[in-house]
C-alpha cells in the first residue's frame, strides 16, 4: 500500500469517526463504542475495496457489505455519505422521525444498505446467501461482513460458519471486530467466545488476525483471503471507542450517547485528529 493511500484512508477513517460521534450526539442514543472501533476497516472496504457505484446503487455487479454488528450503523452511513449514496446533512437525522437513518441498518429506506440488520447472527447468515447466490449464477461480485466479538456468542453465526466452508464460499470475507468488549463487559466474562481463530479455522475457514487499525495489514489479510479456495475470516484487535480518550476501553460506552460537556470533549479529540490527517494527505 503506499504511503499516499494510507494518507486518504487515514483521513476517511477520522472523519468518519467525527461524523459517528457527531450523529449519536445529535440523536442522543445510538452505539458509539462499536462504531468508532471499526472506522478504518469500514474506510478501506467503501474508499478503496469495494466495487460500488453511489450514482447507481442496485448495480447487480456492485460488491455486497453485511454490517451483522447492526447497531455499529453510524460508522456505515458516515461512509455512506463520504461516498455520496445521500448528504452528510442527512446525518443529523439518525435515528429521528422523519428521517430514514434508523438504529440499525435498513436496505429498504436507505440508499446503499445491501442488507438489514439488527438482531446479532443474522446479518452473517444473509451475507452468506449472497456469497452462494454469486458463486451460482457466476455474477462475480464479492461479499463483505463485519461481526462483533460478543455477536459470536450466538449459535446462528456458527450455523453460518458451518455453511459457508460446506458450500466454499471463498468470495465471503468476514472481519471480526475483536475489541473484547460487549454492553455487558469484557466478552469473556458474559460469555466466552475464545478461541476465536481455532474455532473458525475448525470449522473450515481461512483465518487470519490482525491490527483493525493498521491499513497495510487490512489490505494485505484482504488480498491473501482472494487468493484462498476458503472463506475467510480476519479477526481484528480493535480499540472500542477509538479516537475519544474516556471511551476508549470502556464497556459503558457501547450503547450510550455523550452529554453536552462529554460530547465537546469527543468532538474536539476527533476534529484535532481529522485536520492532522487531512493535513497530512494534503502535505
Not at 1 to 26: D, F, P, Q, W
Not at 51 to 72: E, T
Not at 223 to 238: K, M, Q, Y
Amino acid at each position: 500500500m503506499t504511503n499516499e493511500k494510507k494518507r486518504m484512508l487515514a483521513e476517511a477513517a477520522a472523519k468518519i469517526r467525527l461524523l459517528v460521534a457527531e450523529s449519536v450526539y445529535g440523536a442522543a442514543s445510538g452505539h458509539p463504542g462499536g462504531s468508532l472501533s471499526i472506522a478504518e476497516i469500514v474506510a478501506y472496504l467503501y474508499f478503496d475495496k469495494m466495487n460500488i457505484d453511489p450514482a447507481n446503487p442496485p448495480d447487480p455487479s456492485r460488491d455486497r457489505f453485511v454490517l451483522s454488528k447492526g447497531h455499529a450503523c453510524p460508522a456505515l452511513y458516515a461512509a455512506l455519505a463520504m461516498r455520496g449514496y445521500f448528504p452528510e446533512s442527512a446525518l443529523a437525522m439518525l435515528r429521528k422521525r422523519g428521517g430514514f437513518l434508523q438504529g440499525h441498518p435498513d436496505m429498504n429506506s436507505t440508499p446503499g444498505v445491501d442488507m438489514s440488520t439488527g438482531s446479532l447472527g443474522q446479518g452473517f447468515s444473509a451475507a452468506n446467501g449472497m456469497a452462494l447466490v454469486a458463486r451460482r449464477r457466476n455474477l462475480g461480485y464479492r461479499v463483505y461482513s463485519i461481526l462483533g466479538d460478543g455477536e459470536l456468542q450466538e449459535g446462528q453465526v456458527w450455523e453460518a460458519a458451518m455453511f459457508a466452508a460446506h458450500y466454499g464460499l471463498s468470495n465471503h470475507t468476514a472481519f471480526v471486530d475483536y475489541n473484547h468488549l460487549q454492553i455487558d463487559g469484557d466478552v469473556r466474562e458474559v460469555m466466552n467466545p475464545l478461541p476465536i481463530d481455532e474455532k473458525f479455522a475448525a470449522f473450515g475457514w481461512h483465518v487470519q488476525t490482525i491490527d483493525g487499525h493498521d491499513f497495510e495489514q487490512i489490505e494485505q489479510a484482504v488480498l491473501r483471503a482472494e487468493r484462498d479456495e476458503r472463506p475467510s475470516v480476519i479477526i481484528c484487535n480493535t480499540v472500542k471507542g477509538k479516537g475519544v480518550s474516556y471511551m476508549e476501553n470502556a464497556a459503558e460506552w457501547h450503547g450510550k450517547a455523550p452529554d453536552e460537556k462529554l460530547y465537546e470533549t469527543a468532538r474536539k479529540e476527533l476534529y484535532d485528529a481529522y485536520m492532522r490527517a487531512k493535513e497530512a494527505r494534503e502535505a
